[in-house]
């Protein structure tokens, strides 16, 4: 059973709020510092920006116009366009793959929004105070192994999700989106303003953006790509989900533009908001996720204003993990109340739970079932390979080459807009630049 009814964004701002509020996430807040940081500095950022242009922007581009096509779910949008393109329906595997992929990475994506929430209130009840490197990190291990702490605060986490995601488009979505984004900006900003009065704003400046191309090699370039693919959500079924609410009269090649201009400007202001702090407490900048929930609450804890300035920080992270958990459970619960006879609130129930539960496993990993290994994995390793070096770069590869090779040239030139000469631009880089990206990034990971 198919329903025909499909919600639309009220406008273009807040459809970039979304999209840019998916594509902000913990990947820019704590990956994208500890990555420029493990990388060398300005040089990772620089070939970052690059590979966003010819790698992340082709396939933003072919994610959304497959869902404004489509104005279904991810693997019915991909089935009907390429049913009217004469072309084999199981290209709705691509769909399939992208809605799948999102389910599991919130499965354990929600297990970190619930360190993060844990960590906001270890922020207000001072609990970094005066505490030592071995105190900091007896907490974190001892979060890891208390499955009841780590279970409530996933739990906490997901119902906020579910309780978004239920109230539909326009007032779930666009309503989180509209207050979230704002504070995420307001809450960075105010980081950089202390970041500025620690005396180690200059060091991160240079660090960030005087390039030292002694530091590039063949990983970093990769880790550039990688990262450039990751942050802005593609391959996991939320832009064509997205897109699927989408009208006519949006220019996807100028929104895709803002959106990466905004992503990548929240991931460059959060390494000024993070690299003083870490410069100023003489902190390791190649600490890795460890910079955020090791590092960060130790520098905290023993500075002056640091009760303040540490709930400042998680609560962007929290906001930063919500924006993207909620666009990660759309697509799921746009395939189960389109594909069953359940309202929107009884398909984010039904999705919500399903991903919850798979979350408890993904938890069980630090602790109880810490001896149960999988592929030399354990359950939330395991959930986090199979996506980030399979499911996702073969969709996100699947969709460009789907819409660059397979659609109608000239109905997309039309769409997207193009003259002569970015047509050719467009044409280029969609068809062979992006793919062999892709194709780098995941042989390189395997």
Not at 57 to 73: C, D, S, T
Not at 91 to 120: H, K, N, P, Q, R
Not at 136 to 165: E, K, Q, R, T
Not at 270 to 295: C, E, K, M, R, Y
Request: charged share 10%; hydrophobic share 55%; net charge negative.
């Amino acid at each position: 059973m198919s329903k025909s009814t499909h919600a639309q964004w009220s406008s273009r701002l807040t459809f970039i709020l979304a999209a840019t509020g998916s594509a902000v996430g913990l990947g820019n807040i704590w990956k994208f510092p500890y990555m420029v940081g493990d990388s060398g500095g300005a040089a990772f950022v620089l070939v970052y920006l690059l590979c966003i242009a010819l790698v992340g922007l082709p396939i933003l581009i072919a994610e959304w116009l497959v869902g404004r096509r489509g104005q279904k779910n991810p693997a019915n949008s991909m089935a009907d366009l390429a049913k009217a393109s004469g072309r084999t329906k199981a290209w709705m595997l691509v769909g399939i793959s992208g809605i799948l992929g999102a389910f599991l990475i919130l499965s354990f994506y929600s297990v970190i929004g619930g360190w993060s929430l844990y960590y906001t209130l270890g922020s207000v009840t001072g609990g970094f105070t005066g505490q030592d490197a071995d105190g900091i990190g007896g907490l974190f291990s001892d979060m890891l192994g208390n499955p009841g702490l780590l279970l409530a605060g996933h739990s906490v986490f997901m119902l906020l999700v579910i309780g978004i995601v239920a109230r539909g488009v326009t007032k779930g979505l666009e309503g989180a989106v509209r207050s979230l984004m704002p504070a995420l900006g307001v809450l960075l900003v105010v980081l950089v303003g202390y970041g500025m009065t620690t005396g180690h704003f200059g060091e991160a400046l240079s660090f960030m953006f005087n390039p030292d191309f002694g530091a590039l090699d063949g990983g970093v370039v990769l880790a550039a790509m990688g990262q450039a693919f990751f942050t802005l959500s593609l391959g996991m079924g939320i832009m064509m989900a997205y897109g699927s609410y989408l009208g006519e009269d949006v220019n996807l090649l100028k929104t895709a533009r803002t959106v990466i201009i905004l992503d990548t400007a929240v991931a460059l202001v959060a390494g000024l908001a993070i690299f003083p702090i870490v410069f100023a407490n003489g902190l390791d900048l190649s600490s890795g996720p460890g910079l955020i929930f090791v590092t960060l609450p130790l520098a905290f804890g023993n500075m002056g204003g640091g009760v303040i300035l540490g709930l400042f920080f998680f609560l962007l992270l929290t906001f930063a993990a919500l924006t993207s958990a909620i666009s990660l459970l759309e697509p799921v619960v746009e395939f189960v109340e389109e594909r069953t006879p359940l309202s929107r609130v009884g398909a984010t129930l039904v999705a919500g739970a399903a991903t919850w539960a798979l979350g408890i496993a993904a938890l069980l990993a630090f602790n109880v079932w810490s001896d149960v290994l999988i592929f030399g994995l354990n359950v939330f390793d395991l959930l986090d390979t199979v996506t980030s070096k399979f499911l996702l770069p073969l969709t996100g590869l699947m969709a460009v080459v789907f819409v660059a090779w397979f659609l109608d040239r000239d109905s997309v030139r039309q769409e997207l807009g193009l003259g002569d000469t970015a047509a050719t631009v467009w044409t280029i880089v969609s068809r062979f630049v992006a793919p062999i990206g892709v194709i780098a990034v995941f042989v390189s990971s395997l």
